[in-house]
């Protein structure tokens, strides 16, 4: 699948799930860098205050499941080279019998990804499953929680997104207690997946090696402390991706040990050609076709680096000092990267 593919069918997608309502829309670009974050969490909190009172009277909300999210509803598939097609699913009640009866192997690095909202692990995980099995032998989990990632994003972020964090933060502490070496443990997440798997980490000790967010979810989080939101303490090493910011990704100050900036990290160009409401959208869902990209490799996307983001806008980056953008850049690369694409 070439890129225009992916693209047009991204763009086919947002029109979908965006024409339900639930997306802020914008009144201009301006909005969308100086007001839009701030207004998203105001109206999450407005929001979280009407579902609430809407649970205490025993009503349902437009937008909403009828249920709130459970261990029993999040399912981990495993895939491993030996098996590439044929996912076994994980267990969390029971992870020692189904690990032993399992392809996962201890030695092995273990990779988990998390899909974002609007997507199903079949949307958001199969490809990933496809090109990243066909270069590497890792134990590979697909978190899958279909179920609840078509609600709004207020509600995901009230409840759904904190709850299926601990849900994973006790998957995950459970393979480490099975004998998993943390440090060998990679999370990986795009949207309310970037921040679900950030709050995960928190839980887990002792800490995981890595986690790369690919524009984790901003509605909300935006304005929240490092301990209720991503952060570069959550792992050994995290690295984030930005492609917008306001009710789809976070603030561009919000950095890992590693940050990709992607055309600037606000807008990305093929969504200039959206209509506005939509811009910001298109440029959040483009983010996991970074990623996909970058695993294929055939047109490596490359960032170069800059002290600051003034730095960027004023072109006074060190052109010299580039680096690859993948999903797992070496360790010993730090600071802030920009990387410019054709789309």
Not at 192 to 210: E, N, Y
Not at 211 to 238: H, M, N, W
Request: hydrophobic share 35%; charged share 15%.
């Amino acid at each position: 699948m070439n890129l225009t593919t992916i693209l047009s069918f991204m763009t086919s997608l947002i029109g979908i799930v965006h024409g339900t309502g639930d997306y802020i829309g914008l009144s201009g670009i301006e909005r969308l860098i100086n007001d839009e974050q701030y207004s998203s969490f105001r109206k999450c909190q407005a929001f979280g205050v009407k579902m609430h009172e809407a649970m205490m009277a025993n009503k349902s909300m437009m937008g909403t499941p009828s249920r709130t999210i459970t261990e029993k509803s999040v399912s981990f598939l495993l895939f491993t080279q030996t098996t590439p097609g044929n996912q076994k699913i994980l267990i969390s009640d029971n992870m020692n019998e189904t690990l032993s009866g399992s392809d996962f192997n201890i030695s092995r690095e273990t990779v988990i990804y998390v899909h974002g909202l609007h997507e199903t692990w079949h949307l958001g995980g199969l490809s990933f499953v496809n090109i990243l099995l066909s270069r590497k032998d890792i134990n590979l989990i697909i978190t899958n929680w279909d179920s609840y990632a078509f609600s709004t994003f207020m509600y995901s972020r009230n409840v759904t997104t904190p709850i299926l964090s601990q849900i994973i933060g006790k998957f995950v502490q459970k393979l480490i207690d099975f004998g998993t070496d943390s440090k060998k443990i990679h999370l990986i997440g795009h949207s309310a997946g970037g921040q679900a798997v950030a709050l995960a980490a928190k839980m887990v000790t002792p800490k995981v090696g890595r986690i790369t967010a690919y524009d984790p979810q901003g509605s909300c989080f935006s304005f929240l402390p490092p301990d209720q939101r991503i952060s570069k303490e959550d792992a050994d090493y995290v690295e984030i991706v930005h492609c917008t910011v306001g009710s789809h990704g976070m603030p561009l100050n919000i950095t890992g040990d590693s940050t990709f900036y992607m055309n600037g990290g606000l807008l990305q160009p093929y969504c200039r050609h959206q209509p506005v409401p939509l811009m910001a959208g298109c440029s959040h869902m483009l983010c996991e076709v970074y990623l996909y990209l970058s695993l294929l490799n055939k047109s490596p996307l490359k960032g170069y680096k800059c002290d600051s983001y003034q730095d960027y806008l004023n072109n006074q980056c060190d052109f010299n000092d580039t680096v690859i953008l993948t999903y797992d850049v070496p360790t010993n690369i730090t600071g802030m990267y920009f990387v410019n694409t054709m789309a």
